[in-house]
Nanobody
Framework: QVQLVESGGGLVQPGGSLRLSCAAS????????MDWYRQAPGKQRELVAS???????NYKDSVKGRFAISRDNAKNTVYLQMNSLKPDDTAVYYC?????????WGQGTQVTVSS
């Protein structure tokens, strides 16, 4: 069973950048599609970006052109580069994968975009 640990969140001004990291344990990381979700106060958790084992990506429309998901299978790590951040990006960001119908989540990292 893969364990996920996020890092890289923090407080940033509008227009700024952050890079989130998700470090995974286990030898089978390379075969999983990995996702970044986020959840803002009072709102449902939403899918932000996904990357397949082959490197194909998909993004929520509101972050296209600003965010980039990537992975380094040799390091068992997935990243989310976040540029041109807006206050609406404020949320707890979670790393995620699914295996045999079960969902696995990291503990989350807080991103706050505010002046």
């Amino acid at each position: 069973q893969v364990q996920l640990v996020e890092s890289g969140g923090g407080l940033v001004q509008p227009g700024g950048s952050l890079r989130l990291s998700c470090a995974a344990s286990g030898s089978m990381f390379r075969i999983y599609t990995m996702d970044w979700y986020r959840q803002a106060p009072g709102k449902q958790r939403e899918l932000v970006a996904s990357i397949t084992s082959g490197g194909s990506t998909n993004y929520k429309d509101s972050v296209k052109g600003r965010f980039a998901i990537s992975r380094d299978n040799a390091k068992n790590t997935v990243y989310l580069q976040m540029n041109s951040l807006k206050p609406d990006d404020t949320a707890v960001y979670y790393c995620h994968y699914q295996l045999l119908g079960s969902d696995y989540w990291g503990q989350g990292t807080q991103v706050t975009v505010s002046s």
